[in-house]
């Protein structure tokens, strides 16, 4: 692959008829790189001009995302369910030259088809940075993970790979597209390979099969949330006359509920290469339980080991195989230590020599509706509120599969009216449901820092539901 501009072209010359988009608004990829040579130049886009995508999924996301491309202007894909505070503080050390939101991205296809051939990012470097996509901000403020052009390949040969992923296919990725899931797993993945891409606007359980039924969809790529959700609020019957034979996420229910043939389990991150380690399993295999935590083996360009503590590190063999580094005020911090390996801060162990297991995340995280929550932008959001003597917030299961989140304070007397006003200012899956008053939130002794896992475990003294 010589770039991801350069090789999605090549590959409209060989499927003009690869078809792409949300499932209710569908284009042809010749068609979707007509309109994004056009928008790329109604917006002015140029060659390293740093780009920020700030916008839900849609067709013409899809098409200002191919923009970007083709004019060589590196794109950060940004959560549009981030209250603007936040995304300026996440964005304040990227700089973008060009910040597109919802406005100008439904302007995608108002310029008409353009020349492709004079597109300067047909001629970008496999090793210059096409995108940037941000972590949760469990711990701190989301930070941006610059990756390459040959980063994108490698993830997609190695996904392509484990789906055996043919031209033949339709796959289907109904997640939002700033996240590395349904961007590189489906959308590139899919391209590079010349299969159909379809996503959707927003998940719905109900739309859910009507589509891979209706669009023929043979590959699915999910994650745990919607799956789940999808064991809990669908049924065979809805699943009927589907032709899927492969997915990402493996779940041994799922697979054998829907009568689905393959699934392909695996361990990554947006550091760690999209996805370092990759197994598939069949239907007639015998699925463990926890065969979503089935890493398997790893990729043979990267290298991974187990510390004392299991913690997961990698590094890679071959440049560009995991992410550049992250983005910040005095320039990119490539987060390896000196004998270049990342520790990725997860837990795992490892099943024969080179197979891995993931067990759990080392930082404390809450995950609504398939979105990570930022812990310090929520709490820092509610310091505002007067009486609180100290706070934290933590998670319960809510009532499908999702989490939820659960404000724990100390004061006189919850001020419960004050804290409505405040979280209604939040995005609805960053908003506490219930709020807890509690003598003293755990802390440990050395650093002082909120001993999360404990908060359930303290009495309470009012509690009060807030929906």
């Given at each position: 692959m010589t770039n991801l501009a350069r090789s999605i072209v090549d590959q409209s010359r060989r499927r003009p008829d690869l078809r792409l988009g949300t499932v209710d608004d569908q284009i042809t990829i010749v068609d979707a790189l007509g309109h994004a040579a056009a928008h790329a130049q109604a917006c002015g886009l140029r060659p390293g001009q740093k780009v920020a995508l700030v916008a839900s999924t849609s067709t013409d996301y899809v098409i200002t995302w191919l923009a970007c491309l083709l004019a060589g202007a590196p794109v950060a894909l940004v959560n549009p369910n981030y209250p603007n505070e936040l995304v300026d503080r996440m964005l304040a050390p990227l700089a973008p030259d060009v910040v597109l939101r919802a406005d100008d991205i439904a302007r995608a296809r108002t310029s008409g088809p353009a020349d492709l051939r004079a597109l300067p990012g047909l001629d970008a470097d496999p090793f210059d940075v096409v995108s940037y996509m941000h972590t949760s901000g469990t711990t701190g403020l989301p930070k941006f993970c610059t990756q390459t052009h040959d980063y994108f390949a490698r993830l997609a040969a190695a996904m392509a790979g484990a789906l055996e992923l043919t031209p033949t296919d339709r796959v289907l990725a109904p997640l939002p597209?700033?996240?590395i899931n349904p961007m590189g797993y489906g959308m590139i993945t899919a391209l590079l390979t010349g299969a159909d891409v379809l996503t959707v606007g927003k998940f719905s359980a109900s739309g859910f099969w009507p589509a891979v039924v209706g669009e023929q969809v043979s590959v699915l790529i999910l994650h745990a949330p919607p799956v789940e959700i999808l064991k809990k609020a669908t049924t065979t019957g809805d699943a009927h006359g589907h032709r899927v034979r492969s997915m990402f996420y493996a779940d041994r229910d799922f697979?054998?509920?829907?009568?689905?043939?393959?699934?392909?389990?695996?361990?990554?991150?947006?550091?760690?290469?999209?996805?370092?380690?990759?197994?598939?399993?069949?239907?007639?295999?015998?699925?463990?339980?926890?065969?979503?935590?089935?890493?398997?083996?790893?990729?043979?360009?990267i290298e991974w080991r187990l510390d004392d503590h299991g913690t997961i590190f990698v590094r890679e063999r071959t440049r560009a195989a995991l992410f550049d580094g992250y983005v910040t005020d005095t320039g990119l911090n490539t987060g390896r230590d000196a004998a270049g390996w990342f520790d990725t801060g997860d837990l795992g162990r490892a099943e024969r020599e080179d197979y891995l297991v993931f067990l759990e995340r080392s930082a404390e995280s809450i995950r609504v509706k398939g979105e990570f929550v930022p812990i310090p932008f929520v709490e820092n959001h509610l310091a505002?509120?007067?009486g609180l003597n100290d706070h934290a917030i933590w998670k319960r299961k809510g009532a499908l599969v999702d989490e939820e989140v659960v404000l724990y304070v100390v004061s006189d007397a919850l001020p419960v009216d004050e804290l409505r006003v405040r979280i209604d200012e939040l995005p609805t899956f960053m908003r506490p449901v219930a709020v807890a008053r509690v003598d003293a939130l755990p802390r440990d002794a050395a650093a002082g820092k909120v001993q999360r896992r404990l908060l359930g475990q303290r009495p309470v003294l009012d509690w009060v539901e807030l929906t």
């Open positions: 597209l700033f996240h697979l054998h509920r829907f009568d689905i043939p393959a699934a392909v389990s695996g361990y990554g991150s947006t550091e760690a290469g999209g996805v370092s380690h990759l197994h598939r399993w069949t239907a007639s295999d015998d699925i463990p339980d926890d065969a979503s935590r089935h890493g398997g083996a790893g990729r043979a360009d505002a509120v007067a």
